[in-house]
C-alpha cells in the first residue's frame, strides 16, 4: 500500500482553461480520504490525473516516493471504481473479477483463490456464476469494487460509486465500503463524491474543492466545527449554515457583532480582531439556533415557512436586514403557526464570524 504526494498539481486544458491550480496534498498510508465539492469543481478530474488517465499539466505527483506524472495508469499499481460498474455483460460476476488476473497471467489456483475472498468479503459468494443483468445496482457496484481488490492495488480510487444507486441501496453500499476499509485497513482509499452525507460518514479526512482549489483539508468534524471559510460553512452541513450581515465592533477583549434590526451581541475571542467597525458576516447553524421567549436573543423574525420532517422540524425565518431566510432546526414536530414571530438564540461557542475575505475569524485564535 502507498502514501501519495501532490505537490503543485495544475490541470490547464487546451483553450488555456485552468481546471485545477496548485494542488497540494499529502495522504498517508490506510488513509480514506474523501474529494468532496459542487459540480465542476475539479475533483473527478484530480482523481483521474492520480489514476493517470489524465495529463497533468504541472506539478509533481509521487506514489511512494517514485515520481509517476508519466507513469501509464496499468503500472501505477491503482485500481478505480467507476460510478457506471463498468463490467463485461457476457461475463459471469467470477470471470469479471477475474479477468485482469487471467490478462497476468497469474495462475488458475490463484486466481480462484483471490477471487473467492474477494466475493466472500463483498457477499457475492451466491453470485459467482450469474451475469451482471441478473444483478441489482448495489451487486454489480459490489462486483467493480470486488475486481479491484483482486489486484491488490497501492490505491483504490471511487469515481462517484454510489451515484446510480437509489437511495435506500445507497445507504446499504456506504455501509458495506466502510465494512471493506474496515477489513482493509493498511489500503489507502480516495474516493470523489458530491455528497456530504457520504464525505461526512466515510472520509477519515476531506479534501473540499471549490472551482479547481482546495478550500479545506480535514476530519469530517473540524471542518463542520471550524470551517475555514464561509464557502466551506455553508457546503458542509445540511440545511445550510445560516449566514448574516453584520458589523463588528471591539469593546475591551471581546467583539460585538451588531445586526440591523437587532443590538449587539457579544462574541467572546481570545484576542482582539482585525478590521473592526467592517462589514463581516455571521454565522449560526440551523441546528444551534433555539426559540426563546425572554429578552436575551439573537435575531427576531416571521416564520414565512415551516417544514415537518418527523423527527425534526425546519423553521424558516425573514429577519429583518438579511437577503436569505434564517433556518431553524428544532427536534420533534413543536407546535408553530406560520406568520407568528419568533426569536432565536444561539449558545457562544456556535458563533462564527467570517471577514469581508469570507474567512472565519474564530479560526485565526
Do not use: W
Request: charged share 20%; proline share 5%.
Amino acid at each position: 500500500m502507498a502514501d501519495l504526494k501532490l505537490t503543485n498539481i495544475k490541470k490547464v486544458y487546451n483553450n488555456d482553461v485552468e481546471v485545477l491550480r496548485d494542488i497540494n496534498l499529502d495522504i498517508k498510508q490506510g488513509e480514506f480520504i474523501v474529494f468532496v465539492g459542487p459540480s465542476g469543481c475539479g475533483k473527478s478530474t484530480l482523481l483521474r490525473m492520480i489514476s493517470g488517465l489524465e495529463e497533468i499539466s504541472g506539478g509533481s505527483l509521487e506514489i511512494d516516493g517514485q515520481l509517476v506524472n508519466d507513469i501509464p495508469p496499468a503500472m501505477r499499481g491503482i485500481a478505480m471504481v467507476f460510478q457506471s460498474y463498468a463490467l463485461y455483460p457476457h461475463m459471469s460476476v467470477y470471470d469479471n473479477m477475474a479477468f485482469s488476473l487471467q490478462i497476468a497471467k497469474v495462475n488458475r489456483e490463484d486466481i480462484d483463490t483471490q477471487v473467492r475472498k474477494a466475493a466472500e468479503m463483498l457477499q457475492l459468494t451466491d453470485y459467482l456464476d450469474r451475469l451482471p443483468k441478473a444483478l441489482s445496482g448495489g451487486q454489480r457496484q459490489r462486483v467493480a469494487i470486488g475486481r479491484a481488490i483482486v489486484r491488490k492495488p497501492k490505491v483504490f480510487l471511487f469515481d462517484e460509486p454510489l451515484s446510480n444507486l437509489d437511495a435506500a441501496l445507497r445507504v446499504a453500499t456506504r455501509m458495506e465500503i466502510a465494512n471493506l476499509k474496515e477489513s482493509m485497513p493498511e489500503s489507502t482509499m480516495i474516493y470523489v463524491t458530491h455528497d456530504q452525507v457520504e464525505a461526512m460518514t466515510l472520509a477519515d479526512r476531506i479534501v473540499l474543492l471549490s472551482a479547481g482549489n482546495i478550500e479545506q483539508v480535514g476530519p469530517p468534524l473540524e471542518l463542520y466545527e471550524h470551517p475555514r471559510n464561509v464557502f466551506v460553512a455553508k457546503f458542509i452541513g445540511s440545511p445550510a449554515m445560516n449566514i448574516l450581515p453584520a458589523v463588528l465592533t471591539q469593546s475591551g477583549a471581546s467583539s460585538q457583532v451588531k445586526f440591523p434590526s437587532k443590538d449587539s451581541v457579544v462574541v467572546p475571542v481570545k484576542t482582539p480582531v482585525k478590521d473592526v467597525g467592517g462589514a463581516v458576516s455571521f454565522g449560526v447553524r440551523p441546528e444551534d439556533l433555539f426559540v426563546v421567549t425572554g429578552e436575551e436573543y439573537l435575531v427576531e423574525g416571521e416564520i414565512a415557512f415551516i417544514e415537518s420532517l418527523g423527527e425534526a422540524t425546519l423553521l424558516y425565518v425573514n429577519v429583518e436586514g438579511c437577503s436569505e431566510m434564517v433556518i431553524c432546526k428544532l427536534s420533534g414536530t413543536p407546535n408553530f403557526q406560520r406568520g407568528s414571530r419568533v426569536k432565536l438564540a444561539t449558545a457562544p461557542e456556535k458563533m462564527h464570524v467570517f471577514d469581508t475575505a469570507g474567512l472565519n475569524y474564530r479560526n485565526a485564535f
